[in-house]
Each structure stands twice: as C-alpha cells, then as structure tokens.
C-alpha cells in the first residue's frame, strides 16, 4: 500500500484510502471517510463526515468535504456525501452532506468543481459537470451530465439544471434551467441552443436541428407548456433527445426559465 501521508496532516486510523493515495500537510481526514485509487489530497483539506471520495480525484488546497449541511433540521445523525472518480475540487469549494438521515449528496466522475464553489445538502450534481468560480448551490439542486454553470451564479434550492445546458457567468436561477439550453441574467433569459457544446459532444446535426425545433416551439410560439410538449411530440416523434426535452419540461415543479 504506497499511501503517502504527510507528517502534518492528521488521518484518523478508521479512515479507508486506497492505493497510491496521497495527503498533503495540514490536511484532516476523519474516520468514517473513504478515499479512492491514486486520489490526490492537498494541503489543508478537510475530509470528514460519512464522506467516500472516488479514484484519481484531485482535492485542491482548502477544499471541505462532508461538513454538516447548512440546515437548521439536520439532527446529527450519518448521511452521506459521495464523489464520483477523476472529479477535481479546486480551492476552497466546499460540500456538505444531506440533510435527512441516510440521504446522500451526489457529485459525479469526471466534473471540475472550481475554486469557492458551493454544493449544498441533498444536491445530485451528475458526470462531465463545469461549475465555475463561486456558484453558490442551495439545497436539493439538481444538476444533469454536461451542464456548465458560469461563475457567481447562485441556484434557488429545488431547481433543476438540466443536461447539455450552459449557464452564464453571474446569473440567478429561481426556476429549471431546460436541457440543450442557453440562458443568462437576473433573471434569466434564454439565449437559444447550446449547439456548439452539443457539436462538440458529438451530437449529429439532424438531431441539433431538432432540438433546435422542440426549442423554438416551447419557447418561441406563445403556447402553453402543456400544449408546447404536446406539439413537440406530434411534429418530432421518436428522437430520444426531443424526448428528454420534453419530458424535463413537462416535469418541470418550479417552472422553466424562458
């Protein structure tokens, strides 16, 4: 087991770290804490609470995990935060457990949690996520795989952020952020398809092309959103991605931001 620990950094003897596994000094990692394959932990992290952590992450100077959610009915007892592999926290971000009693806060593989960002309790951040410099996430957040959130941003708890869709720099989301979308502001305003990041992913242009129609009925023809999903499936049956759009839409608690 070639775990490297520095002398300065405080691991509790119950603590579970995998292979090649390194701390830095300074760092404090509590006991009911697990730490993947070749995960990197720099100075100063604080790693604690029923906390497991994936492989070939990369915990940055100052970055919390598992601290107690901000939320005056958390009573104390185990819940859970769990990070996918290959994620890298940056600087100071900082992630709390759930609220509930065995109830989990989720951050997928392969995101980049950027410096002093904020993944309050009971949040479900999925695979391939960008959040930027100093987004502030209250509880229940729901973030799918692709989104990118720009820098600044604060999220109202409940909302949904659905996947593919980029959010720009210094917004305020109170509502669901559809899938596929571009928006920004305070509040904010679409700003069409996200069809750059959609080409970049690889997603083939007659299946851009009908996003961008299921996007300009729900949002562009002055339909209710009821009636707007029901036209999307009428004139873009059987295209998975349409679907999706759909259904986020038509699910949608808070309502959609337009």
Not at 115 to 140: F, L, P, R, T, W
Request: hydrophobic share 40%; with cysteine.
């Amino acid at each position: 087991m070639s775990v490297r620990i520095h002398p300065g950094a405080f691991v509790d003897p119950a603590a579970r770290l995998g292979v090649d596994v390194t701390v830095g000094p300074g760092a404090v990692i509590g006991s009911e804490v697990t730490i993947g394959d070749r995960t990197r932990v720099d100075a100063h992290v604080l790693v604690t609470g029923w906390t497991t952590v994936g492989s070939d992450c990369h915990l940055h100077h100052g970055a919390v995990l598992g601290s107690p959610p901000q939320d005056l009915k958390y009573p104390g007892e185990p819940s859970y935060l769990l990070v996918g592999d290959r994620t890298v926290c940056r600087e100071y971000m900082t992630a709390n457990l759930a609220t509930e009693p065995g109830f989990t806060t989720r951050i997928g593989s392969d995101c980049l949690l950027m410096a002093y960002s904020h993944v309050a309790h009971n949040c479900q951040v999925g695979d391939c996520v960008v959040i930027a410099n100093a987004v502030q996430m209250a509880g229940y957040v729901v973030v799918d795989d692709w989104a990118i959130i720009g820098g600044s941003t604060v999220v109202h708890q409940f909302t949904r952020i659905g996947r593919h869709s980029m959010i720009g720099g210094g917004s305020r989301i109170p509502q669901d952020v559809a899938p596929f979308v571009k928006t920004a502001g305070s509040p904010p305003r679409n700003a069409g398809v996200n069809s750059i990041g959609l080409e970049r992913r690889g997603v083939a242009a007659e299946t851009r092309e009908a996003i961008e129609r299921a996007y300009r009925i729900f949002f562009r023809e002055g339909l209710t959103a009821s009636r707007a999903v029901e036209e999307i499936r009428t004139r873009l049956p059987g295209i998975a991605e349409v679907e999706h759009f759909a259904r986020f839409c038509e699910t949608s608690v808070r309502g959609v931001s337009r």
